[in-house]
């Protein structure tokens, strides 16, 4: 048993805390879903720290090499060191007295919690343990079991879900908690843009009016990236960044503490977001356009099953593909639209740049088909390796830095 007291919001805090084993830890910080002990101090990494104990005592280990605590006036390195009743911790600026450091329970007694480790999860339990990713895996087979029989209800809901499962991946790089809620409103409004007039228009500008609609009858690679630079390139890039400009400027208009939740304010929430429409569009576009074409081409020739088939196999590469294709492009875009949130200055020069370098690599994915396979892998590493540079970059970047969960996957090491 160990008592903490520590004095914040004009208010004396006493915590006890109970490290009943060598194996288990307390963490220190000022993220709830990563700490047992949380702290509103802003100068409290969102994980800074954690007591564990042995046989010989309580001791404290440093988690955050950028802003460490001290102990007694000695600034913490990597060696953990040994608490005692009377110690004083510093996290930031918050100073924490160890009121009292009760023995620890032998590594051989047997507890409730290892007998059935259910009972004492807590909050590890729904946080540390990819509970919510667990779950809607397993609603989401539990639909595809529900929709067999039902071809095209079935192949929508395997894109939905591979789609979650591209994002999910992307939103875990750059560790940046979101609303799901508001993720979800960007996807369903690029949808929305999509079956709206405005797609119409953007055809009009992008493909008739500028040189969008060049390839149909060329196999050359210069036609093909020049017809899809402007066709496909210029015109979706921008209809899907269209929800992350409109949470740019709604954002200015929120206090601070929701502008950085709900909003635009750096190159992450741009990224995510970027993400987040790119889902919206590759499901439609593939449920909408590519599946049923190509269900009914193969149908005429072949038979229903086998075009069927074909179309899940369409399916399913292509949504995957995401990650490296929409996903990647958008993420990027994003990037830059973040960039300038952050750096509004600079926004005449990051946003141009960002859109016309996703531009070019989408462009340069749709006309690969002229060159061969080994072309659209090439391009498709290029695209992941842009999204991978600005997320770590972003990171960097991030004025949250010290709150990011991706970050604090890896411990100590920086991004």
Same mark, same amino acid.
């Given at each position: 048993?160990?008592?903490?007291?520590?004095?914040?919001?004009?208010?004396?805090?006493?915590?006890?805390?109970?490290?009943?084993?060598?194996?288990?830890?307390?963490?220190?910080?000022?993220?709830?879903?990563?700490?047992?002990?949380?702290?509103?101090?802003?100068?409290?990494?969102?994980?800074?720290?954690?007591?564990?104990?042995?046989?010989?005592?309580?001791?404290?280990?440093?988690?955050?090499?950028?802003?460490?605590?001290?102990?007694?006036?000695?600034?913490?390195?990597?060696?953990?060191?040994?608490?005692?009743?009377?110690?004083?911790?510093?996290?930031?600026?918050?100073?924490?007295?160890?009121?009292?450091?009760?023995?620890?329970?032998?590594?051989?007694?047997?507890?409730?919690?290892?007998?059935?480790?259910?009972? !004492?999860? &807590?909050?590890? +339990?729904? $946080?540390?343990?990819?509970?919510?990713?667990?779950? =809607?895996?397993?609603?989401?087979? *539990? %639909?595809?079991?529900?929709?067999?029989?039902?071809?095209?209800?079935?192949?929508?809901?395997?894109?939905?879900?591979?789609?979650?499962?591209?994002?999910?991946?992307?939103?875990?790089?750059?560790?940046?908690?979101?609303?799901w809620w508001a993720m979800g409103l960007v996807g369903l409004l690029t949808v929305m843009?999509?079956?709206?007039?405005?797609?119409?228009?953007?055809?009009?500008?992008?493909?008739?009016?500028?040189?969008?609609?060049?390839?149909?009858?060329?196999?050359?690679?210069?036609?093909?990236?020049?017809?899809?630079?402007?066709?496909?390139?210029?015109?979706?890039?921008?209809?899907?960044?269209?929800?992350?400009?409109?949470?740019? !400027?709604? &954002?200015?208009? +929120?206090? $601070?503490?929701?502008?950085?939740?709900?909003?635009? =304010?750096?190159?992450?929430?741009? *990224? %995510?977001?970027?993400?987040?429409?790119?889902?919206?569009?590759?499901?439609?576009?593939?449920?909408?356009?590519?599946?049923?074409?190509?269900?009914?081409?193969?149908?005429?020739?072949?038979?229903?099953?086998?075009?069927?088939?074909?179309?899940?196999?369409?399916?399913?590469?292509?949504?995957?593909?995401?990650?490296?294709?929409?996903?990647?492009?958008?993420?990027?875009?994003?990037?830059?639209?973040?960039?300038?949130?952050?750096?509004?200055?600079?926004?005449?020069?990051?946003?141009?740049?960002?859109?016309?370098?996703?531009?070019?690599?989408?462009?340069?994915?749709?006309?690969?088909?002229?060159?061969?396979?080994?072309?659209?892998?090439?391009? &498709?590493?290029?695209?992941?390796?842009?999204?991978?540079?600005?997320?770590?970059?972003?990171?960097?970047?991030?004025?949250?830095?010290?709150?990011?969960?991706?970050?604090?996957?890896?411990?100590?090491?920086?991004?």
């Amino acid at each position: 048993m160990i008592i903490l007291e520590w004095q914040e919001d004009n208010r004396t805090h006493r915590r006890q805390v109970d490290v009943v084993n060598p194996s288990q830890v307390i963490r220190l910080g000022r993220d709830p879903n990563l700490c047992d002990v949380v702290f509103n101090d802003p100068t409290v990494s969102g994980l800074q720290a954690e007591i564990a104990a042995d046989a010989q005592g309580a001791y404290l280990r440093c988690l955050r090499e950028s802003n460490p605590p001290w102990v007694d006036g000695q600034r913490l390195g990597s060696v953990p060191v040994p608490l005692k009743s009377g110690s004083v911790v510093r996290l930031g600026r918050t100073e924490i007295t160890v009121v009292t450091v009760g023995s620890v329970a032998p590594a051989a007694d047997l507890s409730l919690s290892q007998l059935i480790p259910v009972f !004492g999860s &807590g909050q590890a +339990l729904a $946080h540390k343990a990819h509970l919510v990713p667990a779950a =809607v895996t397993v609603v989401g087979v *539990i %639909i595809l079991f529900s929709t067999i029989g039902n071809p095209t209800l079935f192949n929508a809901c395997l894109a939905f879900l591979l789609g979650i499962g591209g994002f999910y991946f992307i939103y875990q790089l750059c560790g940046k908690s979101k609303p799901w809620w508001a993720m979800g409103l960007v996807g369903l409004l690029t949808v929305m843009l999509l079956l709206s007039p405005v797609w119409n228009l953007f055809v009009l500008i992008f493909r008739e009016i500028l040189p969008g609609n060049l390839s149909e009858n060329s196999q050359s690679f210069v036609v093909q990236f020049i017809s899809h630079f402007f066709g496909a390139g210029l015109l979706e890039e921008l209809l899907k960044a269209l929800p992350i400009f409109l949470l740019w !400027g709604l &954002g200015l208009l +929120l206090p $601070h503490r929701l502008r950085s939740r709900i909003g635009v =304010v750096e190159p992450l929430d741009g *990224i %995510i977001y970027g993400a987040a429409s790119a889902l919206g569009f590759t499901w439609l576009e593939t449920m909408g356009e590519y599946v049923p074409g190509i269900v009914e081409e193969v149908a005429q020739e072949a038979g229903t099953l086998a075009g069927e088939l074909v179309g899940l196999q369409l399916l399913i590469p292509r949504i995957l593909g995401s990650v490296a294709g929409h996903m990647a492009y958008s993420g990027y875009f994003g990037y830059g639209i973040g960039l300038a949130a952050l750096k509004p200055k600079y926004a005449w020069l990051v946003i141009p740049t960002a859109f016309f370098a996703s531009s070019v690599v989408h462009a340069l994915w749709n006309a690969s088909d002229t060159i061969g396979t080994w072309a659209a892998a090439v391009v &498709g590493i290029l695209a992941y390796v842009m999204l991978s540079a600005a997320i770590l970059k972003a990171r960097q970047l991030s004025p949250n830095r010290d709150e990011n969960f991706a970050t604090g996957i890896v411990g100590k090491t920086r991004s």
